[in-house]
């Protein structure tokens, strides 16, 4: 089946410490975005790309980073920059950027820092 | 800029009532329009979306008209059941706007009791 998987759906960090989340798509898109959930709120994007090797900040990308070496996969690292990383990331994929083109999203990871 | 603005939660309803989720929205374009589910702990999944002026969009029940001349984008569903009590999110997709991004609504808590 194609999808978006997302991992770990949980994970817990000390304070200062950066941490990496995967996201992973077999359904050959080309766009790929990281979004943000807090409690009672809607989705902030944090970064995108539209092509392997290509990605743009979002609204809130400050404290953190991402990379795009393959088509498939699109981590996003939480740096100890973060002034408040505690939240929902949620990743998502769609065809190309076309405003019609629908974007699918995984399952999401809850991060917690403490 | 671009926003989206739904009604605010939570609703609480019986079983086969009606529901209405307004939400309504500003753009300086011409935007794609969508509304996202998210059940408890999880992703967002595509409920219906609408391309165009007067398009309605319609899944497992539920109904939204674009309706250009208000700027509205209202969530719909003749009866409802228990099975959709979930958090609904209305989006836009504007091209020129990031990539594509979506421009998400802070999203309205349904809870359909039996």
């Known amino acids: 089946d194609g999808g978006i998987t997302q991992s770990p759906k949980y994970l817990f960090r000390k304070e200062g410490q950066n941490v990496t989340l995967s996201c992973e798509q077999n359904l050959n898109h080309d766009a790929m975005y990281w979004y943000r959930q807090d409690p009672g709120q809607g989705l902030r994007l944090i970064y995108y790309?539209?092509?392997?090797?290509?990605?743009q900040k979002g609204d809130i990308a400050e404290g953190y980073s991402v990379s795009r070496e393959k088509k498939e996969s699109f981590p996003l690292t939480v740096t100890s920059a973060q002034k408040n990383p505690t939240a929902f990331y949620l990743c998502?994929?769609?065809?190309?950027?076309?405003?019609?083109?629908?974007?699918?999203f995984g399952p999401g990871t809850r991060l917690t820092v403490t | 800029g671009d926003s989206v603005t739904q009604m605010e939660g939570p609703v609480t309803l019986s079983e086969e009532a009606c529901l209405t989720i307004n939400c309504t929205y500003t753009a300086t374009g011409y935007p794609s329009l969508f509304w996202y589910v998210q059940y408890p702990g999880e992703g967002l999944q595509l409920l219906l979306k609408a391309t165009k002026a007067d398009d309605k969009g319609s899944n497992k029940g539920f109904e939204a008209t674009y309706r250009k001349e208000t700027t509205s984008f209202h969530l719909e569903k003749g009866s409802v059941q228990v099975s959709d009590s979930a958090v609904y999110f209305c989006?836009?997709?504007?091209?020129?706007?990031?990539?594509?991004?979506?421009?998400f609504g802070q999203g309205t808590e349904l809870s359909v009791k039996p």
């Open positions: 790309s539209q092509i392997v090797n290509d990605f």
């Open positions: 989006a836009l997709r504007y091209i020129y706007n990031q990539g594509g991004k979506l421009i």
């Open positions: 998502a994929s769609s065809i190309g950027s076309g405003f019609s083109d629908e974007q699918y």
